[in-house]
Nanobody
Framework: QVQLVESGGGSVQAGGSLTLSCVGP????????MAWYRQAPGKQRELVAQITTLDGTYYEGSVKGRFVVSRDAAKSTLYLQMNNLKPEDTAVYFC?????WGQGTQVTVSA
């Protein structure tokens, strides 16, 4: 497994925006689908968004229309643009590329 490096978490007020980044091995970008998960306190980890090798995307229902997943193979980076954030988006966010996971980054949204 290769370690992925996440960044971009933080604290914002409701309605604000954040962009998460996940740097991984460039070779993985043509092989694996990539995804963002989140885990809130006391809850199971859930899939938030996914992007395939052909740039097809999937979003969990509560984030559809607010979050955008994208990737830049030239920069070996996966992104999650989060807009109109809500308190219920508060969680630790993890990126996944193939068998590898990021270390997690905290996102806190206050009302």
């Amino acid at each position: 497994q290769v370690q992925l490096v996440e960044s971009g978490g933080g604290s914002v007020q409701a309605g604000g925006s954040l962009t998460l980044s996940c740097v991984g091995p460039g070779s993985a970008f043509n092989i694996y689908a990539m995804a963002w998960y989140r885990q809130a306190p006391g809850k199971q980890r859930e899939l938030v968004a996914q992007i395939t090798t052909l740039d097809g995307t999937y979003y969990e229902g509560s984030v559809k229309g607010r979050f955008v997943v994208s990737r830049d193979a030239a920069k070996s980076t996966l992104y999650l643009q989060m807009n109109n954030l809500k308190p219920e988006d508060t969680a630790v966010y993890f990126c996944q590329i193939g068998p590898s996971w990021g270390q997690g980054t905290q996102v806190t949204v206050s009302a």
